[in-house]
């Protein structure tokens, strides 16, 4: 037996359950899917959360499935393989992993996105550790440290000037970035920021006791660094939004879902929040994309079922 929801949220992350804990406040009869499969995972620590700052992303999670469940909000451990539009284009099926269905009358789409790593030897060993990717996360942390930046694209020069104001002490390793792609004005503002610039491929990196200690080129060379920045390939978790038939637009971080302000996306009845909207919310973002959507989708239930009653 299918069992009959309003609203399913796909994604137990930030986003998927700030939206499901308004809709559970609004006495809605809610269902979040979650895979467990947080974006941040890696992380020991999440920063910038005003009040949770410092707080492990896994107790912030945990704090968060205790919150749903005290309005009646159903968690499933699991993942959706599927989802369909209904025929009478008013409801949802969402098919999941173990073998069950749910229907509801609108989704929350939360699956975010996944972080590809370089293919450097220690980088995805240590991502999360001395390897990072965002200098508003752990620049704190790591403060006044020996940085590198590995470039995976030209743009890794912007990455490069931004940790500038975390530590004076910054290399680029261009890897396999010709330096010839460098801009002038890139230039100029790296020789302004004091950054090295290296050419040459990373060949790995240099652990002791657990730490990292240098970057290794390809011909012997060993740099000293603590820390190491990169930026990960974001790939967008869009499979189950293209399943439906919804618009997406290419951007240079992926593809990701048209969608209004609330994060409704051109598919009727269905929102995208948290990452799978976007590449750069963090979690206090994906925290009030969740509450913008659940607020909304509340008022259009209630309309939606106004307008019935009238036409009746």
Known sequence: MTEQYEVIVIGGGTAGLSAALVLGRARRRTLVVDAGEPRNAPAAHMQ???SRDGMPPAEFLA???????????????????DVTRDDDGRSFTVALGDGRTVRARRLVVATGLKDELPAVPGVAERFGRDVLHCPYCHGWEVRDQPFGVLATTPMSVHQALMVT??????TLFLHEVPESDLSDDDLRRLAAAGVR?????????VVEDDRLTAVRLADGTDHARSVLFTAPRPVPQTGLLEKLGADLHETPFGSYPVIDPTGLTSVPGVWAVGNAMGFSEQVI???SSGYRAGATINGDLLMTDLDAATRA
Do not use: C, M, T
């Open 48 to 50: 910038g959360f005003l």
């Open 63 to 81: 704090v968060g499935r205790e919150e749903i469940a005290r309005y009646g909000v159903g968690l499933v451990r699991g993942r959706a393989v």
């Open 165 to 170: 104001q975390w530590s004076k002490d910054v």
């Open 197 to 205: 610039v290296v050419p040459g491929e990373v060949a790995g990196l």
């Open 285 to 287: 973002n994906a925290a």
